[in-house]
Each structure stands twice: as structure tokens, then as C-alpha cells.
């Protein structure tokens, strides 16, 4: 099945000039961006600055009915000879002999990691915040700032053993605004001129697998790590705990689980043992707070059978587990490169409640980089986030045949 997308608004000299198609060829999905004839006439006869992109994606299994539809597109029926076709993303060398002899095009491999910080620099200087991100969701970090009286007693414990006074402000991470950096804005100005303090930026590409890159306020990137802990991590560890065939179904799965059912809680971990009311010691805070708080993803599963859990909580736990992780791993990279600003984009947040669990493990981890001396990251996700690779491949078009006319 594929998975239809709405327009997204893209300044619309990106509709008129580019050739009117460009392919993600990822490891899990296939990302098709193109032009309509109908997105055509509209920006050359709006006074508008902006104009519209179609977009649809194909799980990999549906290889041959994505290769269908692009042969099926005006733009490509239109390509004259030796007209190249923009692609990026691990598939366009896996298959890319198969492309070019279906599409009848030859093309062009852009890495991706380029294509996307092109894309979002070029964006954030032509979109305003509503345009570009996705809305702040505060509600989404307020289950676990609510027990805030955990951490707060747990880190003053591990940091402040001696019993000096604490320089982390912990009364402003009370409030989930400001633990998770929150951005006032309705300007309708771009969001890079409006917005302080947005460069240098780190980009999160959390896809099948996870790239970040750095970019900075004149435009220039670099990537700065890369992992293998992705989405098709989750898909493929999550198919054998549950047996869901797609990474939609196993998410959809999650959003009904409860992870209080596979991993160990406070709770639970010192239900059998008497403290003392006296303790002063670290074990002894993190028993006597009123709300749980998480000690081990997982914890429950040892020494215990695949057929002791139901399948919904053991994807959510998954999920949770997979996300601390890589929030901790963005927390650790922006600290290093000196970026206060994070932006999520990939295939791997497209979902709202896989955005709320990011939401809610940063506030955590601001409160955790606070204790440590650490800075706070301020987190945002790109719409349409899994497609910032297509408009940068339609960027990199526009620019090569701008150079190839004026030579």
C-alpha cells in the first residue's frame, strides 16, 4: 500500500525551475516528490511566493509499484534525452541499474545527509515556523515532568553527595516550556529571521537508520555521527517480539501497550525490601518518591517467557527504549557541537505518538543535561520530515541547471 500525502508549500521557484521529480530510495520506504502540471500553472500565476509539491511513499516491498508510478508521472513522460533523474538514500545503489532501466533515465546519487541540511537551510530562510514545523505539543511532556520529584531527588542525590547547595535551576524545568525550550512564534516571516539563536542547529534524520548534521548560520554542514539504531531496527526486533509486518502496524501496536508491564519501575524493584525511614542514600530517594520512576527497560523480561507478555506492551516498551536512547545520544552530539536548537526529521517521527515520546524523554533528558552541567536543547520536528531529502535533490536540481544555462 502506499501512503498519500497532502501538498506541502515550498517557495515556488522550487515548482517552476526544478525537473519535477525526486526519489528517496530509503531502506525501508520509497519517498517520490513531484510536480503536477496543476503546481506548475499555479506558481507561475499566483503572486504568492510560495507553491505546491506533491508527495507519496511506497514501502520497499512495493519496490516495483513505485518504479510503476514514477514511469507513470508528466515529468518523466516529458524528460528528454540524457535529462537526469535526482535520487538519494541507501536504495539508488542497492537498485539503481533496475531505476534507470525502467525509468529509462539515468541518475544522479546525491548522499542524502547533504540533501537534507541543503533543504532545511534553505527552507527555514523562506518559510515561516507555522509553514515549516510541526505544532509545539506541551502536552506531551507532562507525564513524566509531573514526576519531576523523582529526578530532582535522584540528581541532587548522585551530584550533590556533600550536601552543597545545587546550581541547576530545577524550579524552571517544572515548566514543560521551558524544560523543553519552547519557541513563541506566529510570525509569518521566515523562522531563521524571526527565530534567536536558531544557528548553528543540529538535524536529526531518524530514518531506517540515524544520521545528525550540523549546520550552520552561513549554510555550510557537516555530518557529525551516524548510527544503525533506526527505524528498521524497531521494525525488525519488533516483528519477531510481535509479529506486526510494518513499522506502522507495530507503532499503532505500541500506542496501546503499557511499558509499566515489561520494564522495572521504583516501585516494583523495592517493593520487597525494608529501608529505612533514616537512609540517606540513593536507592533510598529514588523508593521514597510518590511516582514511580524507570530503572530498567526490559527488566521484567529476564528469566521470563515471550508468551508471559502481551504483544502491545512489549512494542511500546520497544518504542520507549529505542527513543531514550537516541534522545540521549542528540542530547550528548548537540552538547559537543555547541547547538542549542534540534531539529527531528525521517520517516521514524512522522507519527504523533512517536513524536510525543520523543517530546517527553527530551524534557527528560534537559532535566538530566541540568544536573550535569550540561546545556538544554530546543526541539522542533520538521513537517513532512521524511520528504526534506526530495526538496533538497529539487534544490540541487535548480541549481545545476541555473550553472549549465549560464555557461
Do not use: W
Not at 128 to 136: I, M
Not at 204 to 213: A, D, I, Q
Amino acid at each position: 500500500m502506499s501512503q498519500l500525502e497532502s501538498s506541502f508549500l515550498v517557495p515556488k521557484e522550487l515548482v517552476s525551475k526544478c525537473n519535477g521529480v525526486a526519489l528517496d530510495m530509503g531502506g525501508s520506504m520509497i519517498k517520490i516528490s513531484y510536480r503536477r502540471d496543476a503546481d506548475e500553472r499555479e506558481s507561475n500565476n499566483t503572486n504568492s511566493a510560495l507553491g505546491h509539491l506533491e508527495f507519496i511513499s511506497f514501502p520497499q516491498s512495493k519496490f516495483e509499484d513505485a518504479l510503476d508510478y514514477v514511469a507513470s508521472l508528466e515529468p518523466v513522460k516529458k524528460m528528454s534525452d540524457g535529462e537526469k533523474i535526482y535520487a538519494t538514500g541507501i536504495g539508488c545503489t542497492a537498485n539503481g541499474k533496475r531505476i534507470t532501466e525502467r525509468l529509462g533515465a539515468e541518475l544522479k546519487n546525491v548522499r542524502e545527509f547533504d540533501c537534507v541540511a541543503k533543504a532545511f537551510f534553505y527552507l527555514s530562510a523562506n518559510l515561516s515556523r507555522r509553514d515549516l514545523l510541526e505544532p509545539y505539543d506541551i502536552t506531551a511532556g507532562m507525564e513524566k515532568l509531573e514526576n519531576l520529584e523523582h529526578g530532582v531527588a535522584v540528581l541532587r542525590h548522585v551530584v550533590y553527595q556533600e550536601g552543597s547547595e545545587s546550581e541547576v535551576d530545577y524550579e524552571s524545568l517544572k515548566d514543560p516550556e521551558l524544560s523543553l525550550g519552547r519557541v513563541i512564534n506566529d510570525s509569518p516571516l521566515p523562522v531563521s529571521v524571526v527565530e534567536q539563536d536558531y544557528y548553528p542547529c543540529l538535524i536529526v534524520n531518524y530514518g531506517s537508520g540515524l544520521f545528525m548534521t550540523k549546520v550552520n548560520a552561513d549554510g555550510s554542514h557537516k555530518l557529525l555521527d551516524v548510527s544503525t539504531f533506526g527505524g528498521r531496527t524497531f521494525a525488525g526486533i519488533g516483528s519477531i517480539l510481535t509479529g506486526c509486518e510494518s513499522f506502522t502496524e507495530l507503532v499503532e501496536l505500541a500506542s496501546q501497550g503499557n511499558q509499566r508491564n515489561v520494564d522495572t519501575f521504583t516501585d516494583s524493584l523495592f517493593a520487597t525490601k525494608k529501608l529505612s525511614n533514616n537512609e540517606n542514600t540513593l536507592y533510598s530517594k529514588m523508593s521514597s518518591t510518590s511516582k514511580p520512576g524507570l530503572v530498567y527497560c526490559f527488566g521484567q523480561c529476564v528469566g521470563a517467557k515471550l508468551d508471559s507478555f502481551k504483544k502491545e506492551d512489549l512494542a511500546v516498551s520497544l518504542l520507549n527504549y529505542m527513543i531514550t536512547e537516541i534522545v540521549y545520544l542528540t542530547s550528548i552530539t548537540a552538547a559537543l557541537a555547541g547547538t542549542k536548537r534540534v531539529f527531528f526529521s525521517g520517516s521514524f517521527i512522522s507519527s504523533k505518538f512517536v513524536r510525543s515520546i520523543v517530546t517527553r524523554e527530551m524534557a527528560v533528558r534537559n532535566l538530566v543535561s541540568g544536573a550535569f552541567g550540561r546545556p538544554s536543547v530546543n526541539l522542533d520536528f520538521i513537517q513532512r520530515g521524511a520528504y526534506l531529502g526530495t526538496i533538497g535533490l529539487f534544490m540541487l536540481q535548480h541549481e545545476d541547471s541555473r550553472r549549465q544555462n549560464s555557461s
